[in-house]
């Protein structure tokens, strides 16, 4: 099975996590094209959008999503009314920081694809 390297992984598989690190695990779920799709557990400091498109098509292994030829990526904060664009991996951290500022242990990504899963 293929997943990203930073997913939850059963605690009978080793994971090797320095000291240095944080270790806090976020809930992680995606709205892929107006369907919600449980991704798990994530280490947030480790997790990029290249890795959670990576879950998605693991995920979806059975739909032609892997084939989308555009992507876009968006956040919406609960405190928030609106969606944050995620163009790159320093706005998924700077969505995740504000959600640990304000002890939120849960996210949700909007995907927006070329190819829906309708």
Known sequence: MYRSEFRWRPTSTNIYVEANQSC???????????????????????????KLWADIIDICWDTPIRYASTREYKVMLPWSSEYQNLFNDNDMQDAFQKLREKEYRWARFIVNTSIGLK
């Open 24 to 50: 806090v695990f976020f809930d992680v779920e995606a709205v892929l094209d107006g369907s919600v799709i449980e991704i798990g557990s994530v280490l947030h400091d480790k997790y990029t959008l290249t």
